[in-house]
């Protein structure tokens, strides 16, 4: 079993244990809007594109309502088996499906106080080192300082190259893969000119 197919089952898992109706990271979607929006994106490939492309986000919004109105159990089961046969996300699950379905997982577990992160086996946080490395390029792009991820192991990115400054990010790469996609819910170690930091961490890191 691959790591994103083990990440959509306990992912799955964590949906079920908190409910519909629970918050997440994803701004004000419940755990049913984040269901919908993944239901929408394996199995909806006339609207999906709406997801990137702010043209057609009125049509996904609408699909994506809609989808949210079938019962939580068939929205659970249709995550829980992945996309279907003649779905072009099915032979690339492996690899297209990682980040998505753990960075939605944690969503879940990080959108109540309380949460603690997860021990990873190291080869997963590996798998993500290079998943963090290429989205950092992208999220931390409008920094004014040059941004650097690094881990504690000695590992370390160069994302963004800014003359003036340096501002660099250190945890786990499963930590700094969360922060690249947005989220504030994390375990990071900053160092550089606090103004800077401040900079970096204010970022819209949005893609």
């Not at 197919?5 to 990271?25: F, K, S, Y």
């Not at 920094?143 to 192991?153: F, K, R």
Request: net charge neutral.
């Amino acid at each position: 079993m691959s790591m994103a197919q083990r990440e959509r089952q306990q992912l799955v898992e964590a949906m079920t244990a908190a409910g519909p109706e629970a918050p997440t990271l994803c701004g004000e979607w419940t755990v049913r809007d984040l269901a919908a929006h993944l239901v929408v994106r394996e199995r909806r490939p006339d609207a999906s594109p709406g997801i990137m492309l702010k043209p057609f986000a009125g049509y996904l919004d609408g699909v994506q309502s809609k989808t949210a109105r079938k019962p939580f159990p068939e929205l659970l089961e249709e995550i829980r088996t992945g996309p279907p046969w003649w779905s072009p996300l099915r032979p690339v699950d492996a690899i297209v499906n990682l980040t998505e379905m753990f960075v939605h997982h944690e969503d879940i577990r990080r959108g109540t106080p309380g949460w603690e992160p997860r021990e990873l086996p190291a080869a997963d946080e590996d798998a993500l080192w290079s998943f963090a490395r290429r989205m950092g390029r992208r999220a931390y792009r409008r920094s004014p300082v040059t941004v650097v991820l690094a881990t504690s192991d000695g590992k370390r990115a160069v994302v963004h190259s800014k003359p003036g400054g340096e501002v660099t990010l250190t945890g786990k790469p499963s930590e700094l893969l969360l922060h690249a996609f947005g989220r504030d819910e994390v375990r990071l170690e900053t160092s550089g000119d606090p103004e800077a930091v401040r900079a970096v961490l204010g970022l819209d890191r949005s893609v």
